[in-house]
């Protein structure tokens, strides 16, 4: 099982997601994010390219679709929290984002 995030290692990590928008649930648990598109068609392609890359890394989010945003929350359910995973998970949404 991947390890929680912890301390100024967890700090670190995230630093550069909450100035990319990211935002931590009230009880530090997971990060949420909503992403805008121009139109449904970029939303669900950006969904598409990051559900093939979440299937590659066993590591999925929680995201809800309305027309064309996304709204994610990601977390590491077997952990209980935030892992390397997230992190990872959240820099590459946020590359795919910057490239619809
Ligand atoms: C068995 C499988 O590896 C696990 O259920 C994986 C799948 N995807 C997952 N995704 C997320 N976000 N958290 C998990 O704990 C998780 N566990």
Redesign the pocket.
Known sequence: MTELLQGATRDEALAPLLAQGWTETADGNAIRKRFTFRNFNEAFGFMTRVALFAEKR????DWRNVYRTVEVE??????GGLTA?DIELARTMDEAAAHV
């Open positions: 066993d590591h999925h989010p990601l977390s590491t359910h077997d952990a995973k």
